[in-house]
């Protein structure tokens, strides 16, 4: 039963890693003045949106008040797609373990997650330490990387 569950937690986190890394392709609705202010958010960020809004005649706080991209704010707006823009691009990490059940669950907290790693390990409430940070701040530094062993 243990080992149908750790699959079945593997399999949802492999889906939702590979379901979140899709591509996203931004396109104008039309071609009115805040749409390209939108748009200039999202793709470029914040300080080209500040441009745009700049070179016409319109006050940059005033308008950014009361627009709305998707329904979203201009600055939440810019955070999103960097954000996603980010999470996309990778660095691969080389790991050197051993076969201690200390570095196989520091390794797989990083590869499956912590909760799911101390879980397949059966060891919730112990405090794991990976090279001398606690797991979850280990495991987190190396969130959105390419694992090689």
Do not use: W
Not at 14 to 32: E, H
Not at 105 to 112: E, K, M, Q, S
């Amino acid at each position: 039963m243990k080992t149908l569950f750790t699959s079945i937690a593997i399999a949802t986190i492999t889906f939702s890693a590979s379901v979140s890394a899709t591509n996203v392709q931004l396109r104008p609705a039309d071609n009115t003045f805040e749409t390209k202010v939108c748009f200039a958010a999202a793709t470029e960020g914040l300080k080209a949106a500040y441009e745009l809004v700049r070179e016409s005649t319109e006050n940059f706080d005033h308008f950014t008040a009361i627009l709305s991209c998707n329904g979203k704010s201009l600055v939440r707006t810019a955070r999103t797609f960097k954000q996603t823009e980010q999470a996309q691009t990778t660095r691969k990490v080389g790991f050197v373990t051993d076969e201690s059940l200390e570095s196989q669950i520091c390794l797989d907290a990083v590869l499956i997650g912590v909760d799911v790693a101390l879980q397949k390990h059966d060891m919730q409430g112990f405090n794991i330490i990976c090279n001398n940070q606690d797991i979850k701040t280990f495991a987190k530094k190396f969130a959105g990387t390419t694992v090689s062993l």
